[in-house]
C-alpha cells in the first residue's frame, strides 16, 4: 500500500491533469442539460414533451437531448475545421501558412475559429425549426435569442475542449464528442441486455453478437497499417544501410468521408424547413431522409458518397510527390525501386491499394447498423451511426497512448509489485 501510495505521490502532474479533465466533463454534461434561458414558461413544457430532437445536420445521425446550452456541442467546430483542412489544399494563402510552422498553426486556428462562427449559425436554425417548439408566429427577438444562446454555448464547447486539450489528457474535441456519442451507444446496449418485450432474446444476442464483430472490425481498421521499406543511405559505419519503413494507415482518412457524405445529404432537410410543408421539395426531402431506413436511395448514395470522398481525401491527405521529395532530400529510397518517378508510381499504388481495403471496411462498418436495424428491426430511439464505434475506439486509442507517453507502464509494474 505504501509502494502504491508513494507512486502516485510522485505522478502528482499526471493525475492533477487527469482529474482537471474529469472536472471539465461534468462541467459540459451539466451544461447539456441546461435548458436555453429566459425562456417563457409553455416553450419549456413543448422542450419536456419533445424529449429529443432530429440531428439534421451532424454526421453521427443521432438525436440531440433537447434545446438545451450546449446542444451543438463540438460539430460546428469539427465542421469548420474540415472545411479549412479541404481548402488549405486549393487557397494559396492557407496553404502557406500550413508550412509556416506553429506561427501558421496559429492562423489557421484564428481563422478556423472565426469560421466557426457561422456554422452554427444555420445548424442552430435547422434545430430550432425543427424544435417543434417555435412558430412561425412566435417573436422574432425570442428567436434571436434562443439563436445567440445556442452558439454561444457552441464556442463554450470549444473553450473548454481547449481547456482539456492544454491543461488536461487527450484531445479535447474528441473527448467531447466521444461523450455526445457514448450515452447513445449505452442505451442501445442497455435495450439489448435488458429488452422492452419488442423483441425475442435470440434476436438481442444475435445483435450483440454482430456487435462485437462490428468492435472487432473496428479496432482493425483503426489499428492496421501497411509498412513499405525503405532504406536509409548514411556515410556512417563504412555506408551501411539502416532498414526502415514508411507507415500507411489502413484506414488513412479516419471518418472525414463519412462526415463529408452526411454533410452533403443533410443540405436537404435543413434546407425543407424554409419551404412550406406542402411543397415538392419538403416531401422530397421527407421521401430521401426516409428511405435511408429501409435501404431505399438515400442509403445508396450515402455509401456511394462514402467511397467517393474516401478516394477524393485519402490524395489530399497524402502526397507521394511530397514523400518522394522528402525521401530524396534524407538520401532515402524505397525497396527495389529508383528515386523519382518510379517511386512517386510504387507510393501512389501502394495508397491506392491500401485505401481500396480501408475503404470496403469503412463502408461496411457505415452500412451495417443500418443493415442490423432494418432486419432485425431495432426501435429508431436506439440506432447509432456506424462512425460511433470507429470514433469511440480512435479517441480511446489515443487517449491510451497519451497516457502511457507519459508514465513508463513497465516502470510502474516493477514499483508497485
Not at 220 to 249: A, G
Request: net charge positive; with cysteine; proline share 4%.
Amino acid at each position: 500500500m505504501k509502494k502504491i501510495i508513494n507512486f502516485f505521490l510522485n505522478k502528482k502532474d499526471i493525475i492533477k491533469k487527469i482529474f482537471f479533465t474529469l472536472f471539465i466533463i461534468f462541467v459540459y454534461v451539466v451544461g447539456s442539460n441546461i435548458y436555453i434561458p429566459f425562456l417563457p414558461v409553455r416553450k419549456y413544457e413543448l422542450i419536456i414533451s419533445h424529449q429529443k430532437l432530429p440531428f439534421l445536420f451532424g454526421f453521427l445521425g443521432e438525436h440531440f437531448n433537447t434545446l438545451c446550452l450546449l446542444s451543438l456541442g463540438v460539430m460546428p467546430y469539427i465542421t469548420s475545421s474540415i472545411f479549412v483542412q479541404i481548402m488549405q489544399k486549393f487557397f494559396l494563402p492557407l496553404k502557406e501558412w500550413s508550412e509556416q510552422g506553429e506561427k501558421g498553426k496559429y492562423k489557421t486556428s484564428i481563422f478556423t475559429r472565426i469560421l466557426t462562427f457561422f456554422f452554427p449559425i444555420a445548424q442552430s436554425l435547422a434545430l430550432i425549426l425543427n424544435s417543434k417548439v417555435f412558430y412561425p408566429q412566435d417573436d422574432l427577438f425570442l428567436i434571436l435569442q434562443t439563436l445567440f444562446f445556442l452558439i454561444v454555448g457552441a464556442f463554450i464547447c470549444i473553450w473548454l475542449s481547449d481547456l482539456i486539450t492544454s491543461k488536461g489528457i487527450g484531445n479535447g474535441v474528441s473527448l467531447l464528442l466521444v461523450l455526445s456519442i457514448s450515452k447513445e451507444v449505452f442505451n442501445l446496449f442497455k435495450f439489448l441486455i435488458k429488452g422492452d418485450g419488442s423483441m425475442y432474446i435470440a434476436d438481442r444476442i444475435i445483435i450483440l453478437f454482430l456487435f462485437l464483430l462490428l468492435l472487432i472490425l473496428t479496432v482493425i481498421l483503426s489499428s492496421s497499417y501497411l509498412n513499405i521499406p525503405i532504406h536509409y543511405t548514411t556515410k556512417v559505419n563504412n555506408d551501411n544501410k539502416i532498414e526502415r519503413n514508411i507507415p500507411i494507415k489502413v484506414n488513412v482518412v479516419g471518418v472525414l468521408p463519412i462526415i463529408l457524405a452526411n454533410t452533403l445529404l443533410n443540405v436537404i432537410p435543413i434546407f425543407s424547413v424554409f419551404f412550406n410543408k406542402d411543397s415538392f421539395f419538403n416531401k422530397f426531402a421527407k421521401l430521401f431522409v426516409e428511405s435511408r431506413h429501409y435501404l431505399g436511395i438515400g442509403f445508396f448514395i450515402y455509401l456511394l458518397l462514402i467511397i467517393l470522398f474516401s478516394f477524393f481525401t485519402v490524395f489530399m491527405i497524402i502526397q507521394p510527390n511530397e514523400i518522394a521529395e522528402s525521401l530524396s532530400k534524407q538520401d532515402a529510397f524505397l525497396e527495389s525501386v529508383k528515386p523519382g518517378k518510379e517511386t512517386v508510381y510504387k507510393i501512389t499504388y501502394e495508397l491506392f491499394r491500401v485505401t481500396i481495403v480501408g475503404t470496403i471496411l469503412l463502408t461496411l462498418l457505415s452500412a451495417s447498423p443500418d443493415l442490423i436495424g432494418y432486419f432485425f428491426s431495432i426501435p429508431k430511439n436506439f440506432k447509432f451511426g456506424g462512425t460511433s464505434l470507429l470514433i469511440i475506439v480512435g479517441v480511446v486509442f489515443d487517449f491510451i497512448q497519451r497516457i502511457t507517453s507519459k508514465t513508463n507502464i513497465q516502470q510502474m509494474y516493477d514499483k508497485l509489485f
